[in-house]
């Protein structure tokens, strides 16, 4: 609205605002609630930030995330979008006069406040990150920066509970963005080309949240080694049948002075163990076991047995890369961190009764800055980058939702 000489629905009302707008701020936002001209709100050349709670009754799904999907850098300015998901954070508990009733009064005693996070705790995570994200916009504070990718920089400041942050700037070059065609082998940079091994999940696929689709496309990859003894380590499945996902370059130019990035988030579906990542020492036995129907084994596909109490360890792998010389650099996706397991909450008390519980996929920004490559491998050029590929190495199954894996300047 604050460029267009017109009002989108009735070009006889004139606008004339100008305002020199250089950043926006969403606070636990809807979307889609007006769409000028019958199409979602797209802005550019603005810098974005939305925050949202994952214990919110009132836009119980993470909707500012589209409008972040939307946001777009044309010019030769520095911008960024960010957003910060917060578990325990609920609709009305960022300001001081809304309170912890998300659905109006007389509800309150249907909802589960025991997980809220207390007002001065949510308040106090609204004062952090707005004030933070107005000295960046406005004051060029860009040593705030990384705040907006890993909130951990902020410890010293927030209350403790999960954060999820996602990040995107105007420097960011895409080598896969997953946006580009249906085809599974190519990359969005010209020349790329994409292989897998050993995967049981491998599709791209529109990101659904709660209520909407996410406005973007991205990689879904599973894999499941089924060990037969639960207390052998993921290292004693044989190499060749290790999964793994590859992104062939051809002429991607990588300044030193990069950082690979990419958005992460788990997926709740099965990784599927009637498939090929399914190995057994005995190969006898792996067969057999693979003709097992749904009826025989009481269980359907995406659920898990009820004696599976026990708490999921967070997904691991190794990241790898390789110069035109073939030298290479691998460490561990938990160099940064190891992935958040996909976030469960009760809104609702009737939600215990029912044995209910809400979730959708949220994504965090993982960071590694060439300097760090150069220190395990000094020989290792990221100039020459040919390939990236991720190694399902350390944890025994998962699936992974991936978007948007490219480089950007090292805050």
């Not at 004062?127 to 890993?150: A, C, N, W």
């Amino acid at each position: 609205f604050n460029t267009l000489p017109f009002y989108p629905d009735d070009a006889s009302v004139r606008f004339d605002y100008n305002y020199d707008i250089k950043s926006v701020i969403a606070i636990a936002p809807v979307d889609g609630q007006y769409e000028p001209g019958e199409s979602r709100s797209k802005f550019e050349n603005v810098s974005y930030f939305v925050l949202h709670g994952a214990q919110d009754a009132d836009v119980s799904s993470y909707m500012g995330s589209q409008q972040y999907e939307r946001v777009r850098f044309t010019d030769s300015l520095y911008h960024f979008k960010a957003g910060l998901y917060i578990y325990g954070a609920n609709h009305g508990q960022f300001n001081t006069s809304w309170g912890n009733n998300d659905v109006g009064n007389p509800f309150t005693g249907l909802l589960n406040l025991k997980q809220l996070l207390p007002a001065e705790d949510q308040e106090k995570i609204a004062q952090v990150y707005i004030s933070s994200f107005l000295d960046i916009t406005l004051k060029g504070k860009r040593e705030y920066l990384p705040l907006f990718v890993d909130a951990r920089r902020g410890r010293d400041w927030l209350p403790q509970t999960i954060y999820l942050n996602q990040f995107e700037d105007s420097n960011f070059k895409p080598i896969a963005n997953f946006d580009e065609d249906f085809n599974l082998a190519s990359t969005t940079e010209d020349g790329g080309e994409i292989s897998t091994r050993n995967l049981s999940v491998w599709r791209e696929q529109e990101i659904k949240l709660k209520w909407e689709k996410k406005g973007s496309r991205a990689l879904f990859a599973g894999w499941n080694y089924d060990l037969e003894d639960k207390s052998d380590p993921v290292a004693s499945v044989p190499d060749s049948l290790i999964a793994s996902y590859k992104i062939y370059l051809d002429t991607v130019a990588v300044d030193s002075s990069a950082a690979l990035v990419f958005s992460m988030a788990e997926s709740g579906e099965s990784p599927d163990p009637k498939s090929k990542g399914k190995w057994a020492k005995n190969e006898s036995e792996n067969t057999k076991e693979n003709t097992n129907t749904e009826e025989e084994t009481g269980e359907k596909e995406g659920e898990e047995s009820e004696d599976d109490e026990e708490p999921k360890k967070p997904i691991d792998f190794t990241i790898q890369l390789m110069d035109s010389t073939g030298q290479k650099v691998s460490f561990p996706l938990s160099r940064f961190a190891p992935l958040q397991r996909e976030i469960e909450v009760v809104i609702k008390k009737t939600d215990f009764i029912k044995d209910e519980k809400q979730s959708e996929k949220v994504f965090q920004t993982f960071y590694f800055p060439a300097d760090d490559f150069r220190n395990i491998n000094p020989d290792f050029k990221i100039s020459g980058l040919k390939e990236v590929k991720f190694i399902f190495d350390k944890s025994e199954s998962g699936v992974v939702v991936i978007d948007n894996i490219g480089f950007m300047k090292s805050l």
